[in-house]
Each structure stands twice: as structure tokens, then as C-alpha cells.
């Protein structure tokens, strides 16, 4: 069992290019925060209230995760085959977070915000979408989602992870501040990674979606009619 593995983590294979999105996240975040911060407590804000549940930075971290949504988004219809599926999977990984961070519809909010029923279909529409692509990119890619997990390339995701749990475990111990900073960091990672997706689809030459959709169900069709 050991051997299979360490043999995978040995291989050779498409690698994560962009080796500073940890510290242009960090920068960014600091930037951001740090404005918000200044700009709200003259404005009368405490600092509770600028780090507490739907609040600035909140609002600051739902502004993050559509526009990483949204590269994404442009991103996956630009790139082909194992740079696509990293794409949908930023896009469907940051509007799962989107949903999780909108407010729930109670009260006087009722402006951007998601029912408790709704909430947990948005989220669910999210993950089969995920689902659905993976099935495909293994089926057109034997083993692509080998090399998409490796950690050679997926390692900003463990990152992400990480920063979010150490998030968790600041909300457990009731420290505000450090639990939305570091949820801060976490999805600024993931913008960072969808900026740089985009910004790589624009050099891509691309074949107009019709002809690369119809191409893509050939190929998937041909295995499966050909056992």
C-alpha cells in the first residue's frame, strides 16, 4: 500500500507554477483588511463589530469568493483538459464558501442573503456540478485525477485547508479577530489561484465551444461505445 503511494508522490507530472500565491495572498489580505479596518472604525465601527459574523470583512470575504467565482468561470471556458478541471473546481470550491458565508434570510435582512432551505440546495447544485466534472475528466483522462490531487500541483488547496482550519480552531477558542483573518487568507489564496488561471486561459488559443463541445463528446463517447 505504501509502495503505490510513494511511488505516485515520486512521479512526474503537470506542477502548481505560481509559487508565491501564499505571500501575494498574505500581502493582499493584510492590504485589505487593514483598509477596511481603518476606513469602518472612523466611521464609528468597534473592532468586534468590523470582524464579527456578517460584518465588513465578512462582506470583504463574499466580494473575494465571486470574483474568484467568476475567473474561474471565464477561465474554464478558455483552458483545456487538466487546467479546465482545476478551474471548475476553483469555481464550484468558491461559490460553496460564497453560499456558506451569505447571511441567512431573517429579519430585517432580507438584501443578499439565502434562505435556510435554499442554502443547502446551492451548495448541493455545487457539488454535483464538481462531481459530474470529475466523472468526465476521468473518463476523457485515465488517471487524470491522479495528477490533478498530487500535491506537486494541488498544493494551494492544502493551504487553503490548513489556513482554514487554524480558522476553526480560533472560532472554538472565541478569538474573532484571528478567525476572519485567517478566513481572509484562506479565500484570498483561492482568488489568487483563480487570477492566475485567468490570466493563463487569456494566452490559450481556443477552438469556438461549439467545435471543442462537440469534439469532447466524441471522445467520451468512443471509449464507452468501444468497451
Known sequence: MIKPIMAWLRSSGPTWQYNRIWLDALIATLC???IAYVI?????????EIFE???????????????????????FFRTRVLARYVA?????????????????????????????????????????VLLIATIFFELRHR???????????SWPLGLIAFVLAA????????IVTAEESLESYG???????????FRFSRKQPVEPLKVRARAGFHKLMHPLSHP
Not at 469602518?40 to 468586534?48: P, Q
Not at 435582512?109 to 455545487?126: H, R, Y
Not at 488517471?143 to 500541483?153: E, K, S, V, Y
Not at 479565500?187 to 492566475?196: C, D, K, P, R
Request: charged share 10%.
Open 88 to 128: 471548475v473546481t476553483t469555481a464550484c470550491i468558491a461559490f460553496v464558501f460564497f453560499m456558506r458565508e451569505m447571511p441567512i434570510c431573517r429579519g430585517t435582512t432580507t438584501v443578499f442573503c439565502v434562505s435556510k432551505t435554499g442554502l443547502p440546495i446551492f451548495i448541493g447544485l455545487a457539488v454535483l
Open 143 to 153: 488517471g487524470g485525477i491522479l495528477r490533478a490531487i498530487h500535491p506537486r500541483l
Open 32 to 34: 485589505f483588511n487593514v
Open 167 to 174: 480558522s476553526q480552531a480560533s472560532e472554538h477558542f472565541d
Open 187 to 197: 479565500f484570498m489564496i483561492l482568488t489568487m489561484s483563480a487570477v492566475w488561471l
Open 40 to 48: 469602518f472604525s472612523r466611521m464609528g465601527y468597534t473592532t468586534f
Open 53 to 75: 459574523e456578517d460584518g465588513p470583512i465578512e462582506d470583504l470575504q463574499s466580494l473575494s469568493l465571486a470574483i474568484t467565482a467568476l475567473l474561474a468561470g471565464l477561465a
